[in-house]
């Protein structure tokens, strides 16, 4: 019976390494004090993500043999800040939104990442909730990283009524329902295409909305990293939601120096114009971060100075500081974490925080 015994486990044991399958739990918890003052109000509150995003995650990978790989992916937003979950959108529109109406009270939800991948030579087929090409190069190209009171004006610059918060609407970030396809790497280049449904019934009004395809070019060889995107949404009936940007970065060694430019078009209202310009430059056990980036819908106009410093305790720990301040002018009215300005007022925001990673 002891031998018996023995030989399974044993035999289990070649099974699993024959199968050469991992599953990784891990996560990144993140909070800052942070402050905002405008010339209505001012705001003092604990975030969540001032750095990086905080999340919890699985992720999983099994070798099917022949140069094949069949992968998982489930990231969860965490607000640590109040123990609340994030909100998710589960087709692409404005209806598909948070039923109970306020973030985190839906409970923890894959809402950052939740696909299954098929890998090899060919590069990979992913299929579930993921990030958009388009959003891909504004947290590539942004030295704070999409985090933050630092964030790039050209995520968060004007928007269009109803797709508030970020200026390329509801799948400016992230689309459900999704298929995509990344290349491998053929001597720096690399293509990310993908498609996404708001999965309506045909009798709907439209059926197609909240479908959209997104398509994104990349060379990334040796200091010199340069990207351009385009995705278009369909909004509603003869309504289109189009965003594309080109950025470029170029490491100096001493310093690491990168840009992008963007444009939203939204059927019936001006095109939403943004640049960002800035560096990370390696000071000590951490780095410099700065950043100017502008938004710019024709009329309403909004500029961003950020400027930050990250200091890295370890390889999973970091303290880190932003300062940032933004002017407004024809009839802009955007403030910092949290506070009130006037129409054409400036406003100024602090973060002050550390992030743990697992």
Known sequence: MKKSLIALAALAVVGAASAQSSVTLFGVVDASVSYGSGDVSNKTSLKNSGYQSSRLGFKGVEDLGGGLQAGFWLEAGVNNDDGTGQATNINNQATGGALAGTNGSQGLTFNRRSTVSLMGGFGEVRLGRDYTPQFWSQTVYDPFGTNGVGTTRTLVGQTFPGFAPYTGGITAVRASNSVAYLSPSMGGFGIWAQTYMGENPSS???????????????????????????????????????SANIGASYNFGMATVMGLITKERFTGFHDIDGYLIGGLVPMGPGTIRIAFSNSDNGT???DQLALGYVY???????????????????????????????????????DLGIKHSF
């Open 300 to 302: 309403a106009k909004t």
């Open 204 to 242: 709907g009004a439209p059926s197609n909305a909240g479908t959209g395809n997104a398509i994104r070019l990349t060379y990334d060889g040796g200091p010199i990293s340069v990207a351009g995107a385009y995705s278009k949404t369909i909004a509603g009936v003869g309504t289109d939601l189009e």
């Open 312 to 350: 890295d305790m370890s390889k999973r720990t970091s303290l880190y500081g932003t300062l940032v301040t933004v002017n407004n002018s024809g009839g802009a009215f955007a403030a910092l974490n949290g506070a009130v300005t006037s129409v054409n007022g400036s406003s100024n925001g602090v």
